[in-house]
């Protein structure tokens, strides 16, 4: 299992929506922050990957959700000035979690 984490508001959903369909995600698109979890399954050939998006909001209790997971997805919205720096003390408490010292990380 892949874990989709980030701050909220930093485009975790239109991302992952963007790469089970290129087609789906426009300028017109518009999301719903997440509150609770979204399940995504990509393939891409024989490849199958299962990714649980977690709402920003969810932070506090992200760490519930580390056992059994072998990669995890770390989305900031560099165009928000504003969040860059929380999203960077938010990484760092997902990092230093002893549960994910072995889990691959994509940033």
């Not at 909220?8 to 017109?28: A, F, H, I």
């Not at 922050?33 to 995504?40: A, K, R, S």
């Amino acid at each position: 299992m892949c874990l989709c984490l980030g701050p909220t508001g930093s485009g975790k959903t239109s991302l992952l929506r963007k790469l089970q369909c290129v087609n789906v995600v426009d300028e017109t698109t518009t999301a719903v922050p997440t509150v609770g979890t979204n399940i995504f399954h990509l393939r891409r050939g024989n490849i199958h990957i299962e990714i649980r998006e977690l709402g920003g909001v969810m932070a506090p209790i992200w760490p519930k959700y580390f056992g059994g997971t072998n990669k995890i997805m770390y989305v900031v919205d560099a165009s928000n000035l504003c969040q860059i720096a929380a999203a960077g003390v938010l990484l760092y408490t997902v990092l230093v979690d002893p549960q994910i010292k072995n889990v691959k990380r994509w940033t």
